[in-house]
């Protein structure tokens, strides 16, 4: 069982930057990437960002592109989201999930819980 423990959401303004983490357990397989997904109210959980453990490869969501970048420390078995430029339409509860396809959510076999993140205009 691979746990997850997200951090780092808060409330910001407008064009203020953030830098959400998150934590897992335990190293997952190899061929499993981590992902950011998030969750405004009334909508369904859309995808963000994503980074495979094995050569770092990233994938981001359009409307996230140039402002939000994903990293990882192998070491320590944490992956970063920093967002930078952030808009009202980023408010979200922000989750991590890792997976054998981390770009959509049924690919997904382990989730941490939610971090809120609330951009003021």
């Known amino acids: 069982q691979v746990q997850l423990v997200v951090s780092g959401g808060g409330l910001v303004q407008a064009g203020d930057s953030l830098r959400l983490s998150c934590v897992a357990s335990?190293?997952?397989?190899?061929?499993?990437?981590m992902g950011w997904f998030r969750q405004a109210p009334g909508k369904e959980r859309e995808f963000v960002a994503t980074?495979?453990?094995?050569?770092?490869?990233?994938y981001y969501a359009d409307s996230v592109k140039g402002r939000f970048t994903i990293s990882r420390d192998n070491a320590k078995n944490t992956v970063y989201l920093q967002m930078h430029s952030l808009k009202p339409e980023d408010t979200a509860v922000y989750y991590c999930?890792?997976?054998?396809?981390?770009?959509?959510?049924?690919?997904?076999?382990?989730w941490g819980e939610g971090t809120l993140v609330t951009v003021s205009s």
């Open positions: 999930g890792t997976g054998l396809d981390p770009v959509n959510a049924y690919g997904i076999a382990y």
């Open positions: 335990a190293r997952t397989f190899s061929t499993y990437g």
């Open positions: 980074i495979w453990w094995t050569g770092g490869t990233t």
